[in-house]
Every structure is written in structure tokens, then in C-alpha cells.
């Protein structure tokens, strides 16, 4: 079988070993693929670094209630950034907004607390 690519893709280092190599070592193909990553792919990394930052925040300060209030303030120092989540619900009985981070929410409360909830239970 003839080789595809005679050079490494990154390094333009001469290939040896199977056929359909395209890079001569891993540290060459991950600088490669990292290079050529696109902005929007960048962005969508970071976002989703951010929406697990937030689920954690929320599952730590829940720990094992089904729910609780705190200061919207104290979220925010644990690295809770409020301008990223996956949905919005309203709920039925009383028609509050409650903002999810995956399967962790919380309601905005008049006061700048959060009531902070399990989802999915």
C-alpha cells in the first residue's frame, strides 16, 4: 500500500511506520488539531468549561438538601457566573422563573437570595 503522506502534517518531520500516519508523534498531532481549531470551537470550550463551573458551585452549596436559599453574592465569589445556563423553567404552581445549569436550578428571590434546587428527582 502506498503512503498517503510522506511528511508529518505538523512538523514536516519524514514518516515512518504505518501506512496511513498522518503525524510522526502524538504531541505533533494534538499541537496540529489545536492549531486548527476554530474560534467556534474555542468559544463552545469555554462555555461549557463555564456551565460545569456553575452545576458544581450549585451541587456544592446544595450538598444533600432538596433545597435552600443563599446569598446570590456568595454564589458569585464561588466562581458562579449568572449569565450562563442551559434552560428556564416556569414553575406551575406559583409561575416562578427558575434558571438550570444542567440539572441543578435556582429562583431569584426579591431579597438577592436564590432558592437553590435539585432537578430530575
Same mark, same amino acid.
Given at each position: ?12 518531520k519524514?514518516l515512518?511506520g ?12 494534538? %499541537?496540529?488539531?489545536r492549531k486548527?481549531?476554530t474560534?467556534?470551537?474555542k468559544?463552545?470550550?469555554?462555555i ?5 463551573r456553575?452545576q458544581?458551585v450549585l451541587?456544592?452549596?446544595?450538598g444533600? %438538601?432538596n433545597? &435552600?436559599?443563599i446569598?446570590?453574592?456568595k454564589?458569585i465569589a464561588?466562581g ?6 442551559t ?5 406551575? &404552581?406559583?409561575g416562578?422563573d427558575y434558571?438550570?445549569v444542567?440539572d441543578y436550578?435556582y ?10 434546587? %435539585?432537578?430530575f428527582?
Amino acid at each position: 500500500m502506498d503512503r498517503e503522506f510522506e511528511n508529518c502534517l505538523q512538523c514536516n518531520k519524514k514518516l515512518v511506520g504505518r501506512d496511513d500516519q498522518k503525524y510522526c508523534s502524538l504531541k505533533c498531532k494534538n %499541537k496540529h488539531h489545536r492549531k486548527n481549531k476554530t474560534n467556534s470551537e474555542k468559544a463552545q470550550e469555554r462555555i461549557i468549561k463555564i456551565l460545569k463551573r456553575n452545576q458544581q458551585v450549585l451541587k456544592d452549596v446544595l450538598g444533600e %438538601k432538596n433545597s &435552600m436559599s443563599i446569598d446570590m453574592h456568595k454564589l458569585i465569589a464561588q466562581g458562579f457566573d449568572d449569565d450562563y445556563l442551559t434552560h428556564i423553567k416556569k414553575s406551575k &404552581m406559583k409561575g416562578y422563573d427558575y434558571y438550570y445549569v444542567f440539572d441543578y436550578g435556582y429562583r431569584k428571590e426579591d431579597d438577592g437570595t436564590v432558592k437553590v434546587v %435539585k432537578a430530575f428527582q
